[in-house]
């Protein structure tokens, strides 16, 4: 799901820059010393996952995996985003460097709310719902990217807007796909090594996980 170089126009390239580097800013703060190598790992995941796309008008269908990187990351998710985001404009043209602001905001904020869902869900109900949790988050975070998709070609000029009602039908496989995938990885992740998540104190009871 990337935004090319010619498709927004310069105030909304420039705004989205401006708002993206403040987030960005405030994610680089969140990361720990001890989850440095996992943000690397996790960024480069991020980058290779979106490497294989399939095109749909001025964007592209893909897999996000942020809602992986929410849960893996929390706060530090938006940073390693932003990172895999202009590497891929910047080596592979997938998304234009004009749009790094946009197509950034577009995957970093759902994954921050993806972390949000996921952790809150698990300090509420306990980490046996670490499977649905996951699932949630993943869906959430596709969903999230695709409508900050259309909007952004929304607001960009009429000529988009039917390209963003079809940017978000385009998306639904993807949700699915990506509930799966996050469902499945939290659930393992939680059973066999739960401090990589982004907080591990996360049940009121683990008796009952």
């Excluded at 909304?12 to 994610?27: D, K, M």
């Excluded at 995941?45 to 008008?57: D, Q, T």
């Amino acid at each position: 799901m990337h935004i090319s170089d010619g498709i927004l126009n310069s105030t909304v390239s420039l705004s989205s820059l401006a708002v993206s580097s403040g987030i960005f800013l405030w994610s680089l703060k969140g990361i720990r010393n001890q989850d440095l190598s996992k943000t690397a790992l996790m960024t480069a995941a991020l980058f290779v996952g979106s490497l294989i796309h399939i095109p749909v008008g001025p964007s592209s269908v893909h897999l996000l995996l942020t809602g992986l990187a929410g849960i893996l990351l929390g706060r530090g998710a938006y940073a390693a985003l932003a990172i895999a985001v202009a590497l891929q404009a910047m080596l592979f043209q997938f998304g234009g460097v004009t749009a790094i602001g946009a197509n950034t905001i577009m995957m970093g904020i759902p994954a921050l709310i993806a972390a949000w869902l996921f952790h809150g869900i698990l300090k509420r109900f306990g980490k046996k719902v670490a499977v649905p949790a996951g699932a949630v988050g993943g869906a959430v975070s596709v969903l999230l990217a695709s409508l900050f998709l259309a909007l952004f070609l929304w607001i960009t000029g009429e000529q988009f807007r039917e390209v963003a009602v079809l940017a978000v039908t385009a998306q639904i496989p993807v949700m699915v796909i990506e509930a799966i995938i996050t469902g499945f990885m939290a659930g393992f992740i939680v059973k066999v090594k739960p401090e990589l998540l982004w907080t591990s104190n996360l049940t009121p009871d683990d008796n009952k996980s």
